[in-house]
């Protein structure tokens, strides 16, 4: 019987956190561990000298020197080279690797998560920036329709937005359904 009321206790001890966050925020979804990124949240990248290499997900709002400092840095620092990007908050899908010097100093290099990693984690695609192998990727895209895209993007400056899919040989309507989910 004294098991069993312990058992409870914990039980309730464990869940009341979870509990009373949701009902303070007003959120009614699965604790953090399960819950899918929001648009308050991003995903990044980090590599290179630091102790905790990985994928991170954090705040929106995080810098780029809190994110580098957050998977712990290899030895003393005495200067972390940051561009203008340092000062601002990290982008969805940033790959940042940190590099030391002899000197204590520190380089970060940025860099972007690459198409085919972005859709495993969900991030979404930059149409702008994918190549015809990242096309060739997506599902009901092959090596031709890839090629398409690419020439079309180039023909109009570029740049294109998701909805200019609709104008490329071969993607109709159906397709574009299956393909804007990515980006």
């Not at 464990?14 to 966050?21: D, E, Q, T």
């Not at 980090?46 to 780029?64: K, M, Q, W």
């Not at 020439?151 to 071969?170: C, D, H, M, P, T």
């Amino acid at each position: 019987m004294q098991q069993r009321v312990i058992i409870i206790i914990l039980a309730v001890m464990i869940s009341l956190p979870f509990v009373i966050k949701s009902r303070v925020s007003g959120i009614k979804s699965a604790p953090a561990a399960f819950s899918v990124t929001s648009s308050s949240r991003v995903i990044v990248r980090v590599s290179g000298d630091v102790r905790h290499s990985g994928i991170y997900e954090v705040s929106a709002n995080s810098l780029t020197r809190s994110v580098i400092k957050m998977a712990g840095v290899d030895g003393a620092v005495k200067y972390l080279i940051l561009d203008e990007t340092g000062s601002r908050p990290v982008v969805n899908g940033a790959d940042l690797q940190l590099k030391m010097q002899h000197d204590g100093t520190g380089m970060v290099c940025f860099g972007s998560i690459p198409a085919g990693e972005r859709m495993v984690l969900g991030i979404p695609l930059d149409i702008n920036s994918m190549d015809e192998a990242d096309f060739d990727r997506l599902p009901g895209i092959g090596p031709v329709m890839a090629r398409r895209i690419v020439e079309y993007r180039q023909k109009n400056g570029g740049k294109i937005k998701v909805e200019g899919l609709l104008a490329v040989e071969g993607i109709g309507e159906m397709k574009y359904q299956k393909l804007k989910k990515f980006f």
